[in-house]
């Protein structure tokens, strides 16, 4: 009681507690989980968005072009941070990456990032 831990770290916690309980259970170590009906605090979405001012002088401090490129495209598109690292030349259609859903997050269905001309341009490359 006295942490002042957030909700997704307490959620994380009870995740990793409880499946801990749940492999005892199914492995036969213990006959019932205590902690089946324990409750997890609900997940709260952690949006930290930089402004157009401050994405400027974080490019200002790369030197690399492959990386900079690299933001360049995530900030244009807004991809997930997975996305990036895993797209390849397969991936690229007219204008968007397309992802089939054996690649894609959840795994259920396909998804499709957009891209803007500077990104098609960068990803072309």
């Known amino acids: 009681d006295k942490q002042t831990w957030g909700s ?3 959620r994380g916690m009870v995740t990793a ?10 492995a036969g170590h213990i006959t ?12 709260t979405h952690r949006d930290q968005l930089i402004t157009q ?4 002088q974080l490019l200002k401090q790369v030197h690399d072009e492959e990386f ?3 933001l360049k495209v995530v900030w ?3 991809c997930r941070p997975q996305e990036i690292v895993a797209v390849q030349a397969y991936h690229l259609q007219d204008g968007y990456w397309e992802f089939p859903k054996e690649e894609s ?7 499709q990032v957009f891209l803007t001309d500077e990104a098609f341009k960068i990803c072309k490359k």
């Open 17 to 26: 507690i409880k499946r801990v309980f749940n492999w005892a259970s199914k």
């Open 105 to 111: 997050k959840g795994k259920r269905h396909e998804r």
């Open 68 to 70: 900079r490129d690299l």
């Open 76 to 78: 244009w598109t807004g």
């Open 32 to 43: 019932v989980n205590p902690l089946s009906s324990l409750e997890k605090p609900e997940g």
């Open 53 to 56: 001012k401050q994405f400027k």
């Open 8 to 10: 997704n770290y307490k």
